[in-house]
């Protein structure tokens, strides 16, 4: 919605919909199957990302650095939790951030960590999984997204 504002038509929007699904559905297979996230689908999508915000002429120069940083950010965070939270999440959020913006891929990330814990939460209390197992983050931002751009956030 908020992309309509700036000129975006609704096809442009729902290219930009569907390469982030794509890319989200990419990397929650990796997570899970492998707990890594390839590289080589981040690059390449920050690439494109980059280059369909030009045509669409609604990328700022403080909206990739305000992108980059939050992946950044992210990847501090990986280093300071000894890779609790993966090196390729801060990659998936400099993606996101270039693609539908700071605050959308922080509200993304924020619900995608809330229900990650949540349903953590209920695997320990149930005892499926203990404290010191892993769970794979992208599947929750998967499900995430396609609640936003369902319910059009």
Do not use: W
Not at 23 to 43: A, H, N, Q, R
Not at 106 to 129: D, Q, S, T
């Amino acid at each position: 919605m908020e992309n309509r504002k700036k000129g975006i038509s609704q096809m442009e929007e729902l290219i930009n919909m569907t390469l982030i699904m794509a890319l989200l559905g990419i990397c929650s297979y990796y997570d899970v199957k492998e707990k890594k996230i390839p590289v080589f689908p981040m690059v390449l999508s920050i690439g494109i990302h980059l280059i369909f915000s030009f045509y669409q002429k609604n990328i700022s120069t403080e909206g990739v650095v305000a992108a980059l940083l939050l992946g950044a950010g992210f990847c501090l965070l990986s280093l300071f939790s000894k890779g609790a939270l993966g090196m390729g999440d801060g990659l998936l959020a400099a993606v996101c951030g270039v693609s539908l913006g700071f605050y959308k891929t922080l509200a993304l990330f924020f619900y995608g960590f809330f229900f990650a814990g949540l349903v953590g939460f209920l695997f320990l209390i149930r005892g499926k999984k203990s404290r010191k197992e892993e769970m794979p983050l992208v599947p929750f931002l998967y499900l995430v997204y396609g609640g936003m751009c369902f319910l059009e956030l």
